[in-house]
Every structure is written in structure tokens, then in C-alpha cells.
């Protein structure tokens, strides 16, 4: 099977870690079904699937799925193991940060870290400098619940210009109403990269109104996106490729890059079945997907 085809190491950009025992989540209930505590080494043994199909030349999915699917080798490039992956804040307290920095400061996958934006409040990660060290390479602002012009969220200009001046990204977790005004954001602030996580999208049905917004934002030359949260199930073939399609149209193909959302997407799919989903939704689209364009935003 892998013989034809070249693998390429994987930059997951967007995982989450957390460890209640030692700082507060207030959004974690037990009826998310998701892990009490998601460490490094739980994220390793999540990808190992990958290694270990890299080491024997083939890809990770069965091959009874593959007949299922009636798919014939792809010549194309596929993607192997995880070199390396991003650690996006999953809450937003001082103590949770200081975490994540010191796991990213010694793991040999987790090398960098997302933070959270809060304006600043104490006990809050907020954009104090202390807390912004080398691991550190982006801000994310999470408000898909706010304004649909993101007035709700204060401080957000002098956040962009910071993050410009430091050469880290800012990230955006929001709802389609609210691409406009990140469009405009950026506008405002051209010397700072955007990244969207999950295309602005997530689960939802796209619509013509996002695939227009989407586009909008797109049109800022310092804008990106991340094709990460979009499964819905496993072998979510139609749904991936027709979102594949639509981001690629709108930001083509080198301002593209994959997160898996792991462990929150491992309530839908294995991190494996995941990459191998995204993989056949995805077919030679790959320049830089799979962690030329994450190296180079995130400094890696």
C-alpha cells in the first residue's frame, strides 16, 4: 500500500491538555465524557497509531475500511507521524498557563502553547509580559457566545497590535456572525497573522452567509485558518471534503493548517481515524497542510 506514497511528519496545531486537580476548568462537566486529565503522554499514546504505521510504510486506518470505501492508493503525499503539536489553553487562569508553559518547555511534541486572551483580571492569563515566554506563539480570544461585532471583548486592538510587534498569532474562536468583524480586525491590524480555529465553523451547517464571511476573511492577506473541530462522525467523508473545497477556494492552499481538536475530537473518531479523514477529504491539497504552514506561523 505505502510504498508510492511519500509521508510527511505531522504539526498538529490545535490540542488541548488540561489536569483539574490543579487549576479550574469551569466549562468541564462529566457529561462531556471527555478525560479527567489529558497530559503529553496521553496525547503520544493517542498518535502512536501514526508511528507505528510510519514505521511499517502504510497508513493507519484497517484495510477492510479501505475496501469499504472502495478507495484505491493514493499517489499523493500522506501524512505519518506527529512531530510536533500545539497546546491551545482549554481555560483561562494564571495557573493553568504556567502549566502549559513548563510542559512545553520540556516535551518533545507539545513545543508550543496557545494562551488564552481574558482582559486582565486577577488570577486571569490576561496578556501580562511575564507570561509571555518563547513557548508561547499565539493569543487565542474564545467568545463564540459574544456580540456578533466581538464590541464585547475589550482591549482587543491593543491585543492585535501587541501580538504583531512580538511576532505571535492571534487566534479566533468564533461563531460565523462574527467573521466580519475579525475580517476587520485584520484589516485594521495588516503586520499581525489571524488564525481561525475550526473555520470559523466548528459543527455546524455551513451556510452560503459563512462560505461569504469566510471569504471576507480570507481576503486579509495575513489571515489563515485551522481545518480543525469540522468531524461530526467517523468517516465524515461528504462533510470534510466539501469543507476542504470551500476553505481551500477561499484561502488556498498555503494559508491552511490541520488540528485535530484532540481529545475533544476523540468523542468522534480515534486521532488516527481523524488524520486518515481528513487525509482522504484533503487528497493532493497539501502544500504546507500538514506542518509547513504551522512551522512557519507559530514559529516552530
Not at 516535551?107 to 488570577?123: F, I
Not at 491585543?159 to 485584520?186: I, N
Not at 481528513?278 to 504551522?294: E, L, Q
Request: negative net charge; aromatic residues 6%.
Amino acid at each position: 500500500m505505502g510504498g508510492a506514497r511519500a509521508a510527511v511528519t505531522i504539526v498538529d496545531a490545535h490540542i488541548h491538555l488540561w489536569d483539574p486537580s490543579r487549576f479550574s476548568l469551569s466549562w468541564f462537566r462529566d457529561d462531556l465524557h471527555l478525560p479527567p486529565t489529558v497530559s503529553p503522554e496521553d496525547f503520544r499514546a493517542a498518535s502512536l497509531p501514526l508511528v507505528e504505521a510510519a514505521e511499517r510504510d502504510e497508513t493507519p486506518v484497517p484495510l477492510v475500511e479501505r475496501a469499504e470505501r472502495d478507495e484505491t492508493p493514493r499517489a499523493d503525499p500522506v501524512p505519518g507521524p506527529v512531530a510536533t503539536a500545539i497546546a491551545v489553553q482549554a481555560g483561562d487562569t494564571l495557573p493553568e498557563m504556567t502549566w502549559l508553559r513548563e510542559l512545553a518547555a520540556v516535551d518533545p511534541v507539545v513545543r508550543a502553547v496557545v494562551l488564552q486572551y481574558v482582559p486582565a483580571t486577577e488570577g486571569r492569563a490576561g496578556l501580562a509580559t511575564s507570561v509571555l515566554n518563547d513557548q508561547v506563539r499565539g493569543i487565542r480570544v474564545a467568545t463564540p457566545g459574544g456580540a456578533p461585532d466581538l464590541s464585547d471583548v475589550p482591549g482587543l486592538d491593543a491585543l492585535c497590535a501587541g501580538a504583531g510587534e512580538s511576532g505571535r498569532v492571534v487566534e479566533f474562536l468564533v461563531r460565523p456572525a462574527q467573521l466580519e468583524a475579525v475580517a476587520a480586525l485584520a484589516a485594521r491590524h495588516p503586520a499581525t497573522t489571524f488564525v481561525l480555529c475550526h473555520l470559523g465553523l466548528g459543527a455546524a451547517e455551513p451556510t452560503p452567509q459563512w462560505e461569504a464571511a469566510l471569504r471576507r476573511v480570507a481576503a486579509e492577506p495575513r489571515t489563515a485558518a485551522k481545518f480543525s473541530g469540522l468531524a461530526t462522525a467517523p468517516g465524515d467523508h461528504a462533510r470534510l471534503s466539501a469543507l476542504a473545497a470551500t476553505a481551500s477556494g477561499a484561502f488556498g492552499e498555503s494559508r491552511l493548517l490541520f488540528g485535530s481538536d484532540w481529545p475533544m475530537s476523540a468523542r468522534i473518531a480515534s486521532h488516527a481515524r481523524l488524520v486518515d479523514d481528513v487525509a482522504a477529504a484533503w487528497g493532493a491539497r497539501a502544500d504546507g497542510f500538514w506542518g509547513a504552514t504551522a512551522t512557519e506561523l507559530y514559529r516552530l
